[in-house]
């Protein structure tokens, strides 16, 4: 699988992805807790890294969903995303993986994360492309 990672002191964002599934985790330093932030995402976005195609959209409490901004350009979709991106809420660290064939990921692409907490917006990564092994 091709991957990368980068960050912050705070927080990371690690992502690789082969023939059939974008994998990712963010991976907290330990000193912040899961459930203090309210919504995790991670943003795709499939040509230079500024507007994404998709946020996948996290809860610790097991919600998942997708803004899929391919249907309309100037609206973001709200709707469930599949269950097969399943995230993992562990010790810090948020895993999962999205299916490359239903959101259309291409083989190569941007991604970014990004919490909230109800409130503000808080980018904690920087774009960063990611090529595909296939």
């Not at 992805?17 to 330093?29: G, R």
């Not at 097969?84 to 239903?102: H, L, Q, S, Y």
């Amino acid at each position: 699988m091709a991957s990368n990672k980068v960050g912050t002191d705070i927080v990371s964002l690690s992502a690789s992805c082969d023939s059939e599934y974008l994998a990712f985790a963010l991976d907290l330093d330990g000193s912040l807790d899961l459930q203090y932030f309210r919504n995790y995402f991670l943003g795709v976005d499939f040509e230079g890294g500024d507007q994404p195609e998709y946020q996948f959209g996290f809860r610790p409490n097991g919600d998942v969903w997708v803004f899929d901004q391919t249907i309309n350009k100037n609206n973001w979709n709200d709707e469930p995303a599949e269950m097969d991106i399943n995230p993992v809420f562990t010790e810090g660290i948020i895993e999962g993986r999205i299916p490359r064939k239903k959101y259309n990921v291409p083989d190569s692409f941007y991604v970014f994360g990004r919490v909230t907490e109800g409130g503000p917006t808080v980018d904690f990564t920087k774009w960063f492309n990611i090529g595909c092994i296939t």
